[in-house]
């Protein structure tokens, strides 16, 4: 029998932690864990996921039998009431008296309950437990404005619950002037603000509420500033409480503003009882993020098992996607001149924030924000945890290399020492990855997370994971396989070679004879690109359809407030003056909004779905046919006037930019694609910008590829000079096939020269020089696909079963969407943002 034992008090995720630490190091205790909540451990981090079909089981940390299997007794739905320390025992709520050795108080935090007059009405909520969570479930049903009452992290994490319910509307109110005050500035938090907005999120920053209204279940929320909002319920996550009160009862010293004060050792006043987790408070600091809980509940096994380790405080960086939108913070995010200095990329027109603060001496990055685009977030966080020093052109670190292959990124992952933490939430460092896959045969992120645990707390490490993994197979000389999800296991390359040797024509072919399971919304649009980019068939023929994404299986793209876009392809930007009128026409009948793009075509907006057959018919009888703005495919060659007007130009850019984009238009590939011709070095189509551009010289023209505009901006590389017109096409062929079928997917041309071995020098042997001997197939290959091109808004309006896809409703098909409200902007009608019902 064990002679000693460990009381744990709370059975959430620290004090489950706990109880996973001391067990793998010694089974010296009994051990005994009780828990308020009627079930056993579960994930609070991915709370927000139960609205999204997860059951409590799959939100569960451990299976039914796992604390019987360690020796650990279990008591659900039983809180501890009593901490009597003179007889070192505690008692239930059922009555259950038991005597420790060592006390373990993992009780978390309560939400804080701002004292509001009408806070216990009817329709009034908080969002803390699986229990919680079923009542506004249930409520939600009747409701159709909901309100959440604090815009922190649980704060949009629970607005994003009730859009998930489908709430009509939602509201976030803030008492401070900007959301997430602790993490980001005020700079990134009205970026994110517009962005869920956009997404149809109202926000009210600055706004002190003053009472809950309504006679027994509330109605409106009354503010200090005399203004009311409607609403029929309220979810409040206006921060939290540290569950200090069977502490403070006993005896145990708690801080002034609560929390069990704790030394280094997670120990209280009272040497054999400990506090870790969100009821701790460690030199002043009340800890809320999950992965500085699993580092008390470390420290504390350890003490207990007569170890050496200390608790020395915590980085509080962070990355989240808050309602589709991601979100980080990472080091000091707020620190500014004269202590350091600071680098901003801001793009509002695609929501991306990012700053990042840096040494007056330029050579230590010291934190920053990410918004709407965190890709960088890990290698960012140790850049600063290690104190690598910096590039020469820090900025690099948030717009990306420009100008080619740098190979900063992985040189940056393997520069990192072997200590470095990857996964903060368990404490593992880059050398245990390492080892993992090296020593222990861990070559799926999925037997990494086994062996090592990194990578099962918040997830966020995970992208890291894999690269260490991939990069420590490759030193072992192993060959990796880049899978495309757990239906699939072939890399897109294999699949694409697989279908064109077995002749698979549909996804259920392709699925039957190389996959298993049935699909994902991973495997589903890839396979559907590549059926597309082989046989150049209809993108919603029949056996395909299903496996479309929403904007391919609309043939547009959705657009805010549930309208729809239509643009016509334009080669070259070249459009006589009766094509113009058309446009003009359609956009006038159907009251659309119109403007010219940067890729010199005319966007048409807000089209009902509808609608849209209609629109198609009028544009195809006037000569017009789909731009492809939807699909992963060729949208434009952009073109200046060259020789034919410009007293600059030297060759005739319009007329070969118009062959340019005839030949490749409608070509599916892994993402898209986009071109230029300019007629000079002035470069007014901005050809080096692009996947593929031409530039005119003297002597013919020169072949520029792999450029890429947007947040990560990329110089495109010179491939071939002075070629002739013949010439430069053969080699676009080859280059667009070679990149059709080896590119992973979703992958621009940029990021795949850029991770290519060998660079720009190998992409030249081989399309130039014809080292892979396939250049002729390649041509011919391409050739079949420009012989077999057809419009797929012109399909889709001659068959009959392909258009009924349109209408809005069955039984009505005539009948436009009547939630669907426009407004008026600068002479024109634009749609309303989407109202979530």
Same mark, same amino acid.
């Given at each position: ?122 329709? @009034? ?127 145990? /010293? ?72 991601? @979100? ?114 861990? /070559? ?33 000389? #192993? ?314 808004? #012109? ?43």
């Amino acid at each position: 029998m064990k002679s000693k034992k460990i009381v744990v008090i709370g059975n959430g995720m620290v004090g489950y932690k706990f109880c996973e630490k001391i067990s793998s190091k010694t089974n010296e205790f009994s051990i005994i864990i009780f828990g308020e909540e009627p079930r056993r451990a579960y994930d609070r981090v991915h709370l927000s996921e139960y609205f999204n079909g997860k059951t409590a089981d799959d939100l569960s940390l451990s299976t039914a039998n796992w604390y019987a299997e360690q020796g650990i007794t279990l008591c659900i739905n039983d809180p501890v009431k009593e901490i009597d320390r003179t007889n070192k025992t505690i008692h239930s709520s059922k009555g259950i008296t038991v005597a420790y050795d060592y006390l373990i108080i993992a009780t978390g935090s309560a939400p804080f309950i701002p004292d509001i007059p009408g806070i216990d009405k009817e329709g @009034v909520f908080v969002y803390r437990t699986i229990e919680d969570l079923d009542l506004i479930k249930n409520y939600a049903t009747q409701s159709k404005i909901g309100t959440v009452l604090g815009g922190g992290l649980l704060g949009l994490e629970a607005a994003k619950a009730l859009i998930d319910l489908n709430i009509k509307e939602t509201n976030v109110i803030e008492f401070a002037p900007r959301l997430m005050p602790r993490q980001i500035d005020s700079a990134g938090s009205g970026m994110l603000q517009n962005k869920l907005k956009a997404l149809g999120l109202h926000v009210y920053t600055n706004k002190g509420t003053s009472s809950i209204e309504g006679t027994d279940r509330i109605t409106a929320l009354k503010f200090n500033d005399g203004t009311e909002l409607p609403t029929d319920m309220l979810v409040i996550s206006a921060g939290i409480r540290p569950r200090d009160e069977l502490a403070r009862l006993s005896g145990i /010293e708690v801080g002034t503003r609560g929390g069990i004060i704790v030394n280094e050792y997670m120990q209280t006043n009272d040497p054999d009882v400990f506090a870790i987790g969100e009821c701790a408070l460690f030199d002043h600091n009340i800890y809320g993020l999950i992965a500085p809980g699993y580092e008390m509940a470390e420290v504390a096994a350890t003490k207990i098992c007569d170890g050496y380790k200390t608790f020395n405080g915590f980085d509080m960086s962070t990355k989240l996607k808050l309602i589709g939108v991601d @979100v980080a913070s990472f080091g000091d995010p707020f620190t500014a001149e004269p202590d350091a200095r600071s680098i901003v990329f801001e793009d509002s027109h695609k929501g991306i924030y990012k700053r990042i603060n840096i040494s007056n001496d330029g050579k230590q990055l010291l934190g920053g924000i990410l918004i709407g685009e965190a890709e960088a977030y890990n290698m960012l966080l140790q850049t600063v945890t290690n104190k690598i020093v910096l590039p020469p052109n820090p900025e690099d670190l948030i717009l990306g290399s420009r100008g080619g292959n740098t190979g900063t990124e992985s040189a940056g992952l393997v520069g990192l020492p072997d200590d470095a933490l990857i996964c903060s939430c368990e404490g593992v460092s880059k050398g245990a990855i390492c080892n993992s896959v090296s020593d222990e045969g861990c /070559e799926t992120v999925d037997a990494i997370k086994k062996c090592t645990k990194a990578g099962t707390g918040c997830g966020g490490c995970v992208p890291m994971v894999k690269d260490l993994m991939v990069y420590t197979m490759k030193q072992g000389g #192993k060959y990796v396989r880049n899978v495309i999800c757990e239906h699939f296991q072939l890399s897109r390359q294999e699949l694409y070679d697989l279908i064109k040797i077995h002749n698979l024509k549909n996804y259920e072919q392709v699925l039957d004879n190389t996959g298993k399971g049935d699909g994902c919304e991973t495997c589903k649009p890839l396979v559907s690109s590549l059926l597309a980019s082989i046989w150049n068939d209809m993108i919603l023929k029949k056996g395909n359809d299903t496996a479309q994404d929403s904007n391919d299986r609309f043939l547009a793209n959705i657009q805010k407030g549930g309208t729809y876009s239509v643009v016509p392809r334009v080669p070259g930007g070249e459009i006589t003056p009766e094509k113009l009128i058309i446009i003009g026409q359609v956009a006038e009948q159907y009251k659309l909004y119109t403007k010219i793009t940067g890729g010199q075509r005319i966007d048409m907006f807000g089209a009902h779905l509808n609608d849209l057959p209609k629109i198609w018919e009028a544009l195809i009888a006037a000569g017009f046919e789909s731009g492809h703005a939807y699909g992963k495919s060729l949208r434009t060659v952009k073109s200046c006037v060259g020789s034919t007007w410009c007293r600059f130009g030297l060759h005739d850019s319009v007329t070969y930019a118009i062959r340019i984009e005839d030949r490749y238009k409608g070509l599916r590939s892994p993402h898209k694609l986009k071109s230029a011709v300019s007629g000079c070095i002035r470069e007014c189509a901005e050809a080096q910008s692009k996947d593929f551009g031409i530039i005119a010289t003297e002597k013919g023209w020169n072949l520029y590829v792999c450029g890429n505009g947007g947040s990560k901006p990329q110089h495109a590389l010179l491939l071939a000079s002075d070629v002739d017109s013949e010439t430069c096409i053969r080699y676009i062929d080859r280059f667009l096939m070679f990149y059709i079928r080896t590119a992973d997917p979703l992958t621009r041309t940029a990021p795949w020269l850029n991770k290519m071995e060998g660079g720009i020098e190998y992409l030249r042997n081989v399309v130039v020089n014809d080292s892979l001997g396939m250049a002729a197939q390649w041509e011919l290959e391409m050739q079949a696909l420009v012989d077999t091109y057809q419009c797929e808004w #012109k399909t889709a309006i001659e068959d009959p079963e392909i258009r009924k896809r349109f209408n809005h409703f069955v039984n009505a098909p005539e009948e436009n969407d009547p939630t669907i409200q426009f407004k008026e902007m600068r002479g024109q009608k634009k749609a309303e943002n989407w109202t979530l019902a």
